[in-house]
């Protein structure tokens, strides 16, 4: 059972769930960390027991094949969870955000055809992204 405290500030948000396997999804993380405005966004693997405790938590313990974002307690999922979390990066970045004006009816369709093609058409790795020192804080597991 991870720690109630690191659960309940998950859960608070900024959160990002992803795939820790993933490799266009650790490439995501990547990009987030690099381009993030206010470097506060924490970050956990959906396989990860911690991950798996958010997903419970939320309501949601079979996702595994979107993307989560968690921010002032509200959960946001797939095409609308990127747009949301677009907010938080530096320009030109965060003009993503303007993408979350369209139907989420499409965006949702185009991000499921990607995210159901993502190992095939980006691999997949064995292990989870491993942060560097100065990031390690804002990974939890």
Known sequence: MPDPAILERLLRGPTCLFDGVCN???GSVRFI???EADHEILFTAIQSPLGRAVLEAIGMPHLTNSF???DDGVVFL???AAFRLARRLRAPWSWLKL???LPARLTDWLYDRLADNRYRLFGKRD???MPLP???RRFLS
Request: net charge positive.
């Open 68 to 70: 989560v974002y968690i």
């Open 127 to 129: 292990l989870c992204l």
């Open 99 to 101: 993408f979350g004006l």
């Open 78 to 80: 797939r095409s609308v």
């Open 33 to 35: 960390l690099a381009t």
């Open 24 to 26: 266009l999804c650790n």
């Open 134 to 136: 100065s990031q390690s």
